[in-house]
Structures are given as C-alpha cells and as structure tokens.
C-alpha cells in the first residue's frame, strides 16, 4: 500500500465515521442494533481494510489497517468489534490459512458485504481453554456434519459464515486434535439466538448459535484436518491487536471529551479544566494514550515482520507476544481513562446519553474477550520463561 492509498482509506474511515456518529448515538440511547454500521461500510468500502486487492480488500499493511481501527474505536466499542468480527477474525484466517478456492469464494463477497462473518470459538463450558470444547464433527459421505453450540459470539446472529472450531466425533488416534470449518449459515439445522443483556455495546450485535448436525461440505475444512488449534492461536493474534486499536480510540475519545467539556462547565467560579484534580485525570488519560500508541505500534511492526514471512515460526513467537502485550495493556489503559472521563463528567458521566458514559459501559469487555487479562499475563511470561516454564499446557 502507498501513501495515496493509506491516505484515501484513513479518509474514508474518517468520512464513514462522520456520519456513522449520529445514527450510532441514537441506536446505543434505544438499545437497537444499527443496521447502518454495515451499510456505510459497503458505501465506503472499508468492509475488507487488510486484504489484499486481488480478493476485493484494500490492501492496507498492519499499521495502516489498525490507525483504521482506533479512528473506528472512537466511535464505541460496539462498531469496532463489528469490523474486527467480520475482518480480524472472520475474513483473516481465510485469507491466513485458507486454499486459494477458499479466497476466491468467500472474500470477495466478504469485502462487497454481500455475506458478514463470524469467528466462533467459545462455548457456554469453554472460554480460555479451547481444548474443552465440545463441539464435534463427522463424515458422511462428501460433507462433514457439526454438533454443538458456540456462545458469546460478535455479529452471531447477522452471520452468513462463520469460522468454527470442533473435534472430530471419533478421535483417529489416542490425540485429540481440534479443526477448523468455515460454516455457512443458512438451513434449518443452525439455530442461533441474540443474546441482548449485556453491558453495554448496545448497538452491536452478540449471539449463540446450535448446529444440529449441521452440514459442511468436505471442501470447506479450513487449512489441515487437526490444524484447528493453531489457526485459532494464530487467527487471535489478529483478533488481539485489532481489540487494542479500538481500546486506543476510546483513549482518544476520552480524551477529546474531557478537554472540551472541561473548559465549558464552571464549577467554584471557573471552569473545571482549571482545578488541579481534574488536570490530573487529563495528564493521567493523555500519558495512557501516548503509551498505547507506541505499544501498538511496536506490535503492529511484529506482526507485520510475521505476515511477510509467515512461515517463520520465531516471528510468529514474537508477533503474539506484542499482541498480548498490547491488548493487555491498552485495554486496561481505555478502562481506566473511560473511568476518569466519567469521574470529570460526574453525574452527566454515570449517563448512555454522553459519550463517556457509553465508553465505560463498553471498553470493559475489551478485558475479557479474545483473551482474558488473566491469560495474556501468562502469555507473557511463558514469552520470558520459555515453554519449560508455561502455567499450563
């Protein structure tokens, strides 16, 4: 990508997000999902930011695609984990690990958004350990037929395809090793649900879905039989640092919220930005932004070095190393900063009607999903300790 292609398509998220903003506020204020959060996508053609050209995406580099994402972080956490459902986690492993028929079927119409997609790894019973999934699958004759139920899924019930993760009915040897589906949708056998009582992300959708005996056809096994685990692994590397982006923008938004609203409101004779408490929270939420911008942009270098040479497993090591760092931090980063905006706001802040209130709400999940503060703490010092010293297996 050169620079008059970065420069178009920062200016089309910037175009997108101007208008998106007002429909947002008010879909987040009802409670409702907003259906133009995709349709603006489609007019400005930002539905497949990273994806090469060849397969209808634009064709951004790591670091361009993530400034997308934090300029799309500001306008709520809810929008930003549609693209990073539908794009980081979605459209990336067909692109990663998918055959070139794969490619040609799904991204495309992935890009024109003719189909949104899904990532579906968690279940009621397992969330940070994949390996206590219960989903299987089995042969018959030219499709495999799916058996389970995926729970807490980004944009589940809008999903045409989704990549799902199973084990095999009946293991082929002592192993049990996961693989990976692209699924579509459509048919009687995948039921789903839209799971509304959530904190927050109002707006956007999450859902479950069951298949029962659902079929697949043999075709859309995705990468190797027993390679699941590892497209999974490699596909949250993506997913991680795409969760970091957004958690920026909210920083970002944070930030211009409190400076502006600072200055108006006077409290004791003058405006609030004037007493020094409140500086504090401003110089504490600026130092949180500056630091997760350069730790971003250091993961956004790792992972860009590993998706030029994706065979080399020494600079995957470090790519998911600098996205656990980034995602742990950054989001405890735009926890905190939606936290203080709040506190400078005070009553106007505990509110969905002001834009600090709604971070609040939202930013917390970014704790939680694809990977757990927890985990990435011991991602990182497995990262330090190597493997020998790993908390678990």
């Known amino acids: 990508m050169d620079a008059e292609q970065r420069e178009k398509l920062l200016a089309d998220v910037e175009a997108y997000c101007t208008e998106l903003r007002p429909i947002e506020e008010l879909c987040y204020i009802e409670h409702r999902r907003n259906e133009q959060t995709i349709e603006l996508a489609r007019k400005y053609d930002i539905l497949s930011m990273p994806i090469p050209t060849q397969y209808g995406g634009r064709g951004a580099d790591v670091p361009t695609y993530l400034k997308a994402l934090a300029r799309i972080g500001r306008e709520g956490t809810g929008v930003r984990t549609f693209f990073s459902g539908h794009v980081s986690i979605g459209q990336y492993p067909i692109w990663r690990y998918g055959n070139e028929q794969q490619r040609q079927h799904y991204l495309p119409k992935a890009a024109r958004g003719e189909i949104i997609l899904a990532f579906g790894l968690t279940e009621p019973d397992a969330g940070s350990n994949p390996r206590e999934l219960t989903t299987t699958y089995r042969r018959e004759g030219d499709h495999f037929l799916l058996n389970g139920v995926k729970y807490l899924i980004s944009n589940g019930t809008i999903a045409d395809v989704v990549i799902v993760f199973a084990y095999p009915e009946t293991p082929h040897d002592d192993q049990r090793r996961m693989s ?3 699924v579509e949708t459509a048919g009687p056998t995948f039921e789903r649900e839209e799971l509304p009582s959530k904190l927050g992300m109002h707006s956007a959708d999450t859902g479950m879905f069951q298949m029962n005996d659902h079929p697949v056809p043999l075709h859309n096994m995705l990468g190797d039989e027993g390679h699941g685990f590892r497209i999974a692994m490699g596909t949250l590397v993506s997913g991680r640092l795409s969760v970091a982006a957004g958690c920026l923008g909210v920083i970002e938004d944070c930030l211009a919220e409190v400076l502006d609203y600072g200055k108006q409101r006077h409290q004791h004779g003058k405006p609030i930005a004037r007493h020094q408490l ?6 504490s939420i600026e130092l949180a ?40 931090f950054v989001s405890g980063a735009a926890w905190d900063a939606a936290d203080r905006a709040v506190q400078v706001f005070g009553g106007r802040g505990w509110s969905e009607l002001y834009r600090v209130g709604r971070h609040l709400q939202d930013v917390r999940v970014c704790r939680i999903y694809e990977g757990t503060d927890e985990i990435l703490k011991l991602k990182i010092a497995a990262s330090l300790l190597g493997k020998d010293y790993a908390a678990f297996q």
């Not at 409140?278 to 110089?283: D, F, G, I, P, R």
């Not at 997760?292 to 995957?316: N, V």
């Open 180 to 182: 990976a589906f692209i």
């Open 278 to 283: 409140v500086q504090e929270h401003l110089a």
């Open 289 to 328: 932004r500056a630091a997760s911008e350069t730790i971003i942009d250091r993961a956004a270098e790792a992972k860009q070095r590993s998706d030029d040479a994706p065979d080399d497993r020494e600079l995957y090591s470090q790519a998911d190393a600098w996205a656990a760092k980034a995602k742990l």
